[in-house]
């Protein structure tokens, strides 16, 4: 442990301690400014912006590149550092455009916030005198460039170097001609890439799917997990007015560190697809037609009795919530065997080793703890083409395999779903389900992390809370789980996973929880 | 029998146009005194060719708007009481007039004709009875509308009248002392008296504590400020007539006005002589027709003239400030004007100066009904006047002053009047 | 302290007899209203009232009339969609749709441009907000009327085209 002083205010941390963690910890969790500084990154020291003045050295140090040393003396407001930070600061200004007003990062740029703190004197340098590069330049698939904007932090490239291994950007020329770019014939196309752009302090590298959608600071940010595969990373969706705009990745380093890949953030669009179911739609003259809810919801509890149902296909795109309500439901209607899980051979794709996971689907593990097989497509027609009634499916898309859709052909198929897939276009009764930024849901990623995502905007129309939806057809045919809420419903799922505290769910850790005893069950699907 | 039925058509006939005239007439007096008083410049667009005649074309414009408009009424009203009541209002109003002298006589074909409808032995008894016949139109419309405002204004106005019918009586029982008569055509005959030679016996000098005793409450009674508890519009909305709307609403608030000339006729009548015009009683009038025509119709001549000069100076002013056909009105009414005084000068042809004594009869007559109208018109006057000048009294202050103050203040008056007249009429 | 003079507590006088008797006092009253009556009766031209449509006040330069977007020398719109008007604005009348404008070194400019007349409280903070001089409440026109609640939502054509008499 090293003992030192910060600021006047005597601290001890462990040995090894870089001195800008430690000045954190002494300044109240106020970082010291900096652009290049990135606790995932290595040390570049290239920005200046952290130095502080060390009692017994000549010069100011950068605190990021200092290790911690016993019985050191450290000022981080004296007038000297601040002096020097408003000199640094300036520097970096000369060449920069200031055009915050079309700057997508205005509201959350470094360049922003260090001004506000350090700058406010008046620019001695004319607009006219800037060194102009390129603007606006296509980099990749998902990030656009802006050369003037870059402090060159080498953030960007760092992440490259070291976190993807790919080395797509680089800094070109010297002095004040420096500039971040791609090579030649190469584009910044990995599947991380939009992490630079989180990376990035100013406003240098940025998003093309959320450019000039809309000014950050009108966002407000809801944290959830991401959908899109097993992993689930934590995220933060940002969104106003009921729309979604983009999400960010929030940190957990259990799961997924700072960092989320390029697909995940794209699945936000689902949200808003256009082929959103948001009606009740019944069969009528062969064709679907939407109906008000009152009358969908008669028609929904006539189809789904005991004895009039043949078949329960669930998904695990479902949450935990609602996988454990489904088998409840199953049971009641149709006994033990005639029900799934899911089709076990959709939702996979291939994976890397970073983030992303060749388990597309985000609950596949709560159905295994759940013991709520997945069947593969071939073994699911086969029994289908001996049930009768109706085919209940929750979610997903069977009906897209041709056999599973020949087998259902007989039967009156019932569709709670989010699209309209192939499964809603075969089906006789479609009610809309909400997805998963429109839900408070519980999600069980690969590593048997149960993780709580909150809502962050409505469902469209008439869809609503998918466990009310349950509860309702639960009641309806004489089986109240009575659960009136949220909580109660947590409890109810916790003791079905035989738990050891029934409100733990409840009042889950930011970071998730992983049961212990639940360590060792067996992955889902194949 | 036909004469008899003549003869009270013609004065009913009068009465109804005197009230029905002088109606539109206060209502634009009371929105273009109350811009004056207020420093503001009051109605003045609407207008038939530019003719706006300052405003005095809004009220007949305001009659088309309440005929054509839509009448909304509450759905769950009582259907007969709240269509009775507007009509009981104006009813009450209209029918008080029957009893009040608006003139001496008048000779026609050798007959002599009092001038009132109906001369009545217990006139100002029937005024009262009638008077508080209005309370029921009030409550009755409050009532009938099942609304809460309109139910609280006829609480209201149900507290005021039947606390001021008192005050109002007793205000008047003095009177009736002095001149021991209730008919009005007494009263009035009475006051053209002078009392000491010179000083003329009218009511409000015999009774200068009952005049402001009668006055206050005919205020209350009249539902104007300052005691316009009834339909308060910061308190409850418009009080009794909030819900109702078209002719409806025409008739309730035509019905205030035509109270209000009621009740100024009431105190021209009582306090200010009627139809006597002061210290030119009828047989001066008679004896002098000829030279007061005469000079009358100069003065006439003069004073018209001057008005023309003053809209022919307006007219030359306003130009090019409208261009339109506003800019002719004042040109227009110069020239009215011109020709009026023209017709005035012209009538000395007819040589005034040598009437004869049918004439002077007849000038006699006109004379006292025109000196009736002008005293009708001021109190009439007054009343918005008084609405323009002084705030309003809150509710309690209302009761307190009507039952603390001036009811007290009506018996020591009505028992010093009666000491007065048992003193000088000791048998 | 005592502001411009006057006395910090104002204590009332009891009324005297004569005015608590309220007749004195009302034909006071009655004497200064007749006296403002007479007064403006025989100098109905100089009242204050400004007769509206017939004649129009003369407001100040700085009066905030309806909107109107300025242009750059080649006649383009400067308004480059940073949307601060929006921000700022206290009735959220404004709405801007940007989009990506062919010339890299404008990049970003409004595609629409939408002011809700029916919602604008005319403070003038879009003004003060626009770093571009792009939108200005210079126009004077304060006469703003139209049929519908439609008609008031004017778009980015009908502001670079803001006349002195435009009707909506």
Same mark, same amino acid.
């Given at each position: 442990?090293?003992?030192? #002083?910060?600021?006047?205010?005597?601290?001890?941390?462990?040995?090894?301690?870089?001195?800008?963690?430690?000045?954190?910890?002494?300044?109240?969790?106020?970082?010291?400014?900096?652009?290049?500084?990135?606790?995932?990154?290595?040390?570049?020291?290239?920005?200046?912006?952290?130095?502080?003045?060390?009692?017994?050295?000549?010069?100011?140090?950068?605190?990021?590149? #200092?290790?911690? $040393?016993?019985?050191?003396?450290?000022?981080?407001?004296?007038?000297?550092?601040?002096?020097?930070?408003?000199?640094?600061?300036?520097?970096?200004?000369?060449?920069?455009?200031?055009?915050?007003?079309?700057?997508?990062?205005?509201?959350?740029?470094?360049?922003?916030?260090?001004?506000?703190?350090?700058?406010?004197?008046?620019?001695?340098?004319?607009?006219?005198?800037?060194?102009?590069?390129?603007?606006?330049?296509?980099?990749?698939?998902?990030?656009?460039?802006?050369?003037?904007?870059?402090?060159?932090?080498?953030?960007?490239?760092?992440?490259?170097?070291?976190?993807?291994?790919?080395?797509?950007?680089?800094?070109?020329?010297?002095?004040? !001609?420096?500039?971040?770019?791609?090579?030649?014939?190469?584009?910044?196309?990995?599947?991380?890439?939009?992490?630079?752009?989180?990376?990035?302090?100013?406003?240098?590298?940025?998003?093309?799917?959320?450019?000039?959608?809309?000014?950050?600071?009108?966002?407000?940010?809801?944290?959830?997990?991401?959908?899109?595969?097993?992993?689930?990373?934590?995220?933060?969706?940002?969104?106003?007015?009921?729309?979604?705009?983009?999400?960010?990745?929030?940190?957990?380093?259990?799961?997924?560190?700072?960092?989320?890949?390029?697909?995940?953030?794209?699945?936000?669009?689902?949200?808003?697809?256009?082929?959103?179911?948001?009606?009740?739609?019944? $069969?009528?003259?062969?064709?679907?037609?939407?109906?008000?809810?009152?009358?969908?919801?008669?028609?929904?509890?006539?189809?789904?009795?005991?004895?009039?149902?043949?078949?329960?296909?669930?998904?695990?795109?479902?949450?935990?919530?609602?996988?454990?309500?489904?088998?409840?439901?199953?049971?009641?209607?149709?006994?033990?065997?005639?029900?799934?899980?899911?089709?076990?051979?959709?939702?996979?794709?291939?994976?890397?080793?970073?983030?992303?996971?060749?388990? !597309?689907?985000?609950?596949?593990?709560?159905?295994?703890?759940?013991?709520?097989?997945?069947?593969?497509?071939?073994?699911?027609?086969?029994?289908?083409?001996?049930?009768?009634?109706?085919?209940?499916?929750?979610?997903?898309?069977?009906?897209?395999?041709?056999?599973?859709?020949?087998?259902?052909?007989?039967?009156?198929?019932?569709?709670?779903?989010?699209? $309209?897939?192939?499964?809603?276009?075969?089906?006789?009764?479609?009610?809309?389900?909400?997805?998963?930024?429109?839900?408070? /849901?519980?999600?069980?990623?690969?590593?048997?992390?149960?993780?709580?995502?909150?809502? /962050?905007?409505?469902?469209?129309?008439?869809?609503?809370?998918?466990?009310?939806?349950?509860?309702?057809?639960?009641?309806?045919?004489?089986?109240?789980?009575?659960?009136?809420?949220?909580?109660?419903?947590?409890?109810?799922?916790? /003791?079905?996973?035989?738990?050891?505290?029934?409100?733990?769910?409840?009042?889950?850790?930011?970071?998730?929880?992983?049961?212990?005893?639940?360590?060792?069950?067996?992955?889902?699907?194949? | 029998?036909?004469?008899?039925?003549?003869?009270?058509?013609?004065?009913?006939?009068?009465?109804?146009?005197?009230?029905?005239?002088?109606?539109?007439?206060?209502?634009?007096?009371?929105?273009?005194?109350?811009?004056?008083?207020?420093? !503001? #410049?009051?109605?003045?667009?609407?207008?038939?060719?530019?003719?706006?005649?300052?405003?005095?074309?809004?009220?007949?414009?305001?009659?088309?708007?309440?005929?054509?408009?839509?009448?909304?009424?509450?759905?769950?009203?009582?259907?007969?009481?709240?269509?009775?009541?507007?009509?009981?209002?104006?009813?009450?109003?209209?029918?008080?007039?029957?009893?009040?002298?608006?003139?001496?006589?008048?000779?026609?074909?050798?007959?002599?004709?009092?001038?009132?409808?109906?001369?009545?032995?217990?006139?100002?008894?029937?005024?009262?009875?009638?008077?508080?016949?209005?309370?029921?139109?009030?409550?009755?419309?409050?009532?009938?509308?099942?609304?809460?405002?309109?139910?609280?204004?006829?609480?209201?106005?149900?507290?005021?009248?039947?606390?001021?019918?008192?005050?109002?009586?007793?205000?008047?029982?003095?009177?009736?002392?002095?001149?021991?008569?209730?008919?009005?055509?007494?009263?009035?005959?009475?006051?053209?008296?002078?009392?000491?030679?010179?000083?003329?016996?009218?009511?409000?000098?015999?009774?200068?504590?009952?005049?402001?005793?009668?006055?206050?409450?005919?205020?209350?009674?009249?539902?104007?400020?300052?005691?316009?508890?009834?339909?308060?519009?910061?308190?409850?909305?418009?009080?009794?007539?909030?819900?109702?709307?078209?002719?409806?609403?025409?008739?309730?608030?035509?019905?205030?006005?035509?109270?209000?000339?009621?009740?100024?006729?009431?105190? @021209?009548?009582?306090?200010?002589?009627?139809?006597?015009?002061?210290?030119?009683?009828?047989?001066?009038?008679?004896?002098?027709?000829?030279?007061?025509?005469?000079?009358?119709?100069?003065?006439?001549?003069?004073?018209?003239?001057?008005?023309?000069?003053?809209?022919?100076?307006? /007219?030359?002013?306003?130009?090019?400030?409208?261009?339109?056909?506003?800019?002719?009105?004042?040109?227009?009414?110069?020239?009215?004007?011109?020709?009026?005084?023209?017709?005035?000068?012209?009538?000395?042809?007819?040589?005034?100066?040598?009437?004869?004594?049918?004439?002077?009869?007849?000038?006699?007559?006109?004379?006292?009904?025109?000196?009736?109208?002008?005293?009708?018109?001021?109190?009439?006057?007054?009343?918005?006047?008084?609405?323009?000048?002084?705030?309003?009294?809150?509710?309690?202050?209302?009761?307190?002053?009507?039952?603390?103050?001036?009811?007290?203040?009506?018996?020591?008056?009505?028992?010093?009047? @009666?000491?007065?007249?048992?003193?000088?009429?000791?048998? | 302290?005592?502001?411009?003079?006057?006395?910090?507590?104002?204590?009332?006088?009891?009324?005297?007899?004569?005015?608590?008797?309220?007749?004195?006092?009302?034909?006071?009253?009655?004497?200064?209203?007749? $006296?403002?009556?007479?007064?403006?009766?025989?100098?109905?031209?100089?009242?204050?009232?400004?007769?509206?449509?017939?004649?129009?006040?003369?407001?100040?330069?700085?009066?905030?009339?309806?909107?109107?977007?300025?242009? !750059?020398?080649?006649?383009?719109?400067?308004?480059?969609?940073?949307?601060?008007?929006?921000?700022?604005?206290?009735?959220?009348?404004?709405?801007?749709?940007?989009?990506?404008?062919?010339?890299?070194?404008?990049?970003?400019?409004?595609?629409?441009?939408?002011?809700?007349?029916?919602?604008?409280?005319?403070?003038?903070?879009?003004?003060?907000?626009?770093?571009?001089?792009?939108?200005?409440?210079?126009?004077?026109?304060?006469?703003?009327?139209?049929?519908?609640?439609?008609?008031?939502?004017?778009?980015?054509?009908?502001?670079?085209?803001?006349?002195?008499?435009?009707?909506?």
């Amino acid at each position: 442990m090293a003992k030192l #002083t910060i600021d006047g205010k005597e601290i001890e941390v462990p040995d090894g301690t870089r001195l800008f963690d430690a000045c954190r910890e002494a300044r109240g969790g106020r970082d010291l400014p900096h652009f290049c500084y990135h606790p995932d990154l290595s040390i570049a020291g290239v920005c200046r912006l952290c130095q502080v003045e060390i009692e017994g050295m000549p010069k100011l140090t950068i605190a990021c590149n #200092t290790i911690v $040393r016993d019985g050191m003396v450290v000022h981080t407001t004296s007038k000297r550092v601040n002096q020097a930070v408003t000199q640094v600061l300036e520097m970096h200004l000369i060449n920069h455009p200031v055009d915050c007003p079309i700057c997508d990062q205005a509201g959350e740029c470094g360049l922003q916030d260090q001004y506000m703190d350090y700058g406010l004197y008046e620019s001695e340098v004319e607009k006219t005198d800037k060194v102009l590069k390129k603007k606006a330049k296509v980099i990749g698939p998902h990030v656009i460039l802006d050369q003037e904007r870059c402090v060159l932090c080498a953030r960007c490239t760092r992440f490259c170097e070291e976190v993807t291994g790919t080395g797509e950007l680089g800094i070109y020329n010297r002095g004040d !001609r420096a500039e971040i770019d791609v090579a030649p014939g190469v584009e910044l196309d990995n599947n991380y890439s939009l992490n630079t752009v989180d990376i990035c302090p100013v406003g240098a590298l940025t998003s093309r799917d959320f450019r000039f959608q809309k000014r950050v600071w009108l966002l407000k940010s809801t944290s959830s997990v991401c959908n899109g595969c097993a992993t689930g990373c934590n995220v933060r969706v940002d969104h106003e007015g009921g729309r979604i705009y983009r999400l960010k990745p929030r940190r957990n380093d259990e799961v997924n560190g700072p960092w989320m890949c390029d697909k995940g953030r794209m699945t936000y669009k689902d949200v808003h697809r256009e082929d959103r179911l948001d009606r009740v739609l019944v $069969r009528r003259e062969g064709e679907l037609q939407p109906i008000s809810w009152a009358e969908g919801r008669q028609e929904l509890l006539g189809a789904v009795k005991p004895g009039g149902v043949g078949y329960v296909l669930a998904d695990p795109g479902r949450s935990l919530e609602e996988l454990v309500l489904i088998q409840r439901l199953a049971t009641e209607l149709v006994g033990e065997e005639p029900m799934a899980g899911g089709v076990s051979d959709d939702g996979h794709d291939e994976g890397d080793d970073l983030l992303l996971s060749a388990d !597309r689907r985000p609950n596949r593990k709560a159905l295994a703890w759940l013991d709520f097989a997945e069947k593969p497509a071939e073994a699911l027609a086969g029994e289908l083409s001996g049930a009768s009634g109706v085919l209940l499916v929750f979610g997903g898309d069977p009906l897209a395999h041709q056999a599973l859709a020949d087998a259902a052909s007989r039967m009156r198929v019932v569709y709670l779903g989010t699209h $309209r897939t192939a499964t809603a276009e075969a089906a006789d009764v479609v009610v809309p389900l909400s997805m998963w930024a429109e839900k408070d /849901a519980l999600w069980v990623n690969k590593q048997g992390r149960i993780q709580r995502g909150q809502r /962050a905007v409505l469902p469209p129309g008439d869809a609503r809370e998918d466990w009310r939806v349950l509860v309702d057809l639960l009641q309806s045919i004489g089986h109240d789980p009575e659960v009136a809420g949220l909580p109660a419903l947590r409890r109810l799922v916790a /003791a079905r996973l035989e738990l050891e505290d029934e409100n733990l769910l409840n009042r889950l850790p930011e970071g998730g929880y992983a049961p212990p005893r639940l360590a060792d069950a067996p992955t889902g699907g194949r | 029998m036909l004469a008899i039925v003549l003869e009270a058509t013609a004065k009913i006939g009068f009465m109804f146009a005197l009230i029905m005239g002088l109606v539109p007439v206060l209502i634009w007096a009371e929105r273009k005194g109350s811009a004056f008083i207020q420093d !503001r #410049t009051g109605p003045n667009r609407a207008g038939v060719l530019g003719i706006r005649l300052a405003g005095l074309i809004h009220p007949i414009a305001d009659v088309i708007k309440l005929l054509a408009k839509e009448d909304v009424v509450p759905a769950m009203r009582h259907k007969f009481l709240y269509a009775l009541a507007p009509m009981l209002v104006m009813i009450v109003a209209m029918s008080t007039y029957a009893v009040i002298p608006f003139g001496d006589y008048i000779m026609i074909g050798g007959e002599k004709i009092e001038l009132i409808v109906a001369d009545l032995e217990v006139g100002m008894l029937f005024v009262l009875a009638i008077a508080s016949l209005g309370t029921y139109g009030v409550a009755l419309g409050g009532w009938a509308s099942n609304s809460k405002y309109t139910f609280l204004g006829s609480l209201r106005a149900t507290a005021s009248m039947i606390s001021y019918e008192i005050t109002m009586g007793l205000a008047i029982m003095g009177l009736f002392l002095i001149f021991g008569t209730f008919r009005l055509t007494d009263i009035v005959a009475g006051q053209g008296d002078l009392i000491w030679g010179w000083l003329p016996k009218w009511g409000i000098i015999v009774q200068p504590l009952g005049f402001l005793l009668f006055i206050a409450s005919v205020y209350a009674e009249t539902n104007r400020t300052p005691f316009d508890m009834s339909e308060r519009d910061s308190e409850i909305v418009a009080g009794y007539h909030t819900e109702y709307s078209s002719l409806k609403f025409a008739l309730f608030f035509m019905a205030e006005y035509a109270h209000m000339v009621v009740a100024a006729a009431l105190i @021209a009548v009582l306090f200010f002589g009627g139809y006597q015009i002061p210290w030119l009683p009828r047989p001066v009038l008679e004896a002098n027709a000829g030279a007061m025509l005469t000079g009358g119709l100069i003065a006439g001549g003069i004073v018209l003239g001057i008005i023309a000069w003053a809209f022919f100076r307006r /007219a030359r002013r306003e130009k090019g400030w409208y261009n339109d056909a506003r800019e002719r009105e004042p040109g227009f009414l110069g020239s009215v004007c011109v020709v009026l005084a023209l017709v005035n000068l012209g009538a000395l042809g007819l040589q005034p100066w040598a009437i004869s004594e049918l004439g002077a009869s007849l000038y006699a007559t006109f004379a006292q009904i025109g000196a009736f109208v002008i005293k009708v018109a001021f109190f009439s006057w007054l009343f918005i006047w008084v609405r323009w000048t002084v705030p309003s009294f809150r509710y309690d202050q209302v009761m307190r002053l009507g039952w603390q103050i001036m009811l007290p203040a009506g018996l020591v008056n009505l028992l010093v009047t @009666a000491l007065w007249v048992f003193a000088v009429h000791q048998p | 302290m005592s502001y411009k003079g006057l006395p910090d507590v104002v204590t009332t006088r009891r009324r005297n007899l004569l005015e608590s008797a309220y007749f004195t006092e009302i034909a006071r009253g009655l004497a200064v209203t007749g $006296r403002h009556l007479i007064r403006n009766l025989f100098n109905t031209d100089k009242m204050p009232t400004v007769q509206y449509p017939d004649q129009k006040r003369d407001y100040g330069p700085r009066f905030r009339g309806r909107h109107r977007l300025t242009q !750059r020398e080649d006649g383009s719109p400067r308004c480059v969609a940073c949307m601060m008007c929006s921000t700022v604005c206290p009735a959220d009348c404004i709405e801007i749709i940007a989009g990506e404008h062919p010339d890299p070194t404008i990049e970003k400019y409004s595609k629409e441009f939408n002011i809700d007349l029916l919602r604008c409280v005319y403070c003038g903070l879009c003004e003060e907000a626009c770093p571009c001089d792009a939108i200005r409440m210079d126009t004077g026109i304060y006469e703003i009327a139209a049929e519908t609640r439609e008609a008031f939502v004017v778009n980015k054509d009908f502001l670079l085209n803001n006349d002195k008499d435009g009707t909506l």
